[in-house]
């Protein structure tokens, strides 16, 4: 019996070494590769201040209590994206009485593959939302820019979100959901999708970074100082985005390949597109594992870091070069 229990335990050891070595080679949450952020591609700090300031001081509420608030955001965006390509329209969509709308603007010629980047506009209660998720819509709009003056092979949309935050969070009417239904409804082919959720918050002193494991806490830093990709278990697409900013930036980028249990792992727009069976990651600062003053009145503009915000989408930009080279 004694022997039974042995090797039962030791085949145990077995696989959950198997299990770890296989998770490590899925995500390599340590990347060692750093490179330098050279002077002429840097994305201003200031078109990114601007946009996050403007969303989340003069278009307050952004709540789904406020759908005219919300179209007269998704018009602002549009405004924007327009400067970067003529290809931009609103997709609107009924939830009860009211209408919201998307914002969807395309770059590159048609393709069998489309990429996706979003990010939602809307915000929590009445809240500013600056870093949640302001950022990530001054992110896209910036991206925007760098995307209309690269010759393209592939088509890229980006897309600005409603309805993203409670009380319509995980249901049908979540504007990435219904964006992701209708590519799945026209059998369009996803190489990607990205969301930027949160990519502003950024803190350098120690303890400020936290986990919802203490697992974690023994694999990834405990200063707020990085911008982390997550992707699904079995899946090595974060990779890629975490290896690019890595290497065209000098702002650390980790990734995790966890399971849906582990809170904040489908805390955005992307568990959308996983749900249709597309590839999706999310970049993000960690929301509320760092961020304390998520969801709170405190989340303002002046708290950002813009230049960390701006190699964050410099380095996501490359990425896109990157696999929109690829044939």
């Known amino acids: 019996m004694n022997k039974l229990i042995k090797l039962f335990r030791n085949i145990i050891i077995l696989l959950l070494l198997a299990i770890s070595a296989l998770w490590i080679a899925l995500a390599r949450p340590i990347n060692f590769t750093q490179g330098s952020y050279a002077p002429e591609f ?49 997709q609107y969509f009924n939830v009860g009485n009211s209408r919201y709308a998307n914002v969807l603007a395309y770059y590159g010629p048609e393709s069998n593959e489309t990429i996706v980047v979003g ?4 915000a929590y209660s009445v809240f500013p939302g600056a870093d949640d998720n302001a950022s990530g819509v001054a992110g896209l709009i910036v991206l925007g820019q760098l995307l209309g003056k690269t010759k393209l092979n592939t088509r890229i949309e980006l897309v600005a979100y409603s309805l993203e935050e409670p009380p319509f969070f995980a249901t049908p009417n979540m504007g990435s959901a219904i964006h992701a239904k209708n590519l799945k409804d026209k059998s369009k082919n996803i190489k990607i999708m ?86 999706a990651v999310m970049v993000t600062d960690t929301a509320f594992y760092r961020n304390l003053k998520y969801h709170t009145a405190d989340d303002t503009y002046d708290r950002l870091d813009y230049e960390r915000m701006a190699k964050v989408i410099y380095g996501v930009f490359k990425y896109l070069q990157e696999i929109d080279s690829q044939r």
Do not use: C
């Open 42 to 90: 840097i994305v201003k700090p200031q078109f990114l201040e601007n946009h996050v300031q403007q969303l989340s001081q003069a278009f307050l509420p952004r709540n789904s209590d406020n759908p005219a608030n919300l179209i007269k955001v998704a018009e602002y965006i549009k405004s924007n994206l327009n400067q970067s390509t003529d290809n931009v329209e609103l």
């Open 119 to 122: 990010a939602h506009y809307d």
């Open 194 to 279: 990205i969301s930027l959720e949160m990519i502003g918050y950024f803190n350098n002193e120690k303890g400020s970074q936290h986990y919802p494991s203490k697992l974690l806490e023994l694999i990834y830093p405990d200063k707020g100082n990085f911008i982390a990709v997550v992707d699904e278990v079995f899946s090595n697409r974060a990779q890629g985005v975490k290896s690019a900013i890595n290497r065209h930036t000098d702002l650390p980028a980790y990734s995790i390949n966890a399971p849906l249990f582990i809170p904040g792992i489908d805390y955005s727009d992307h568990r959308n597109y996983w749900e249709q069976g597309y590839p």
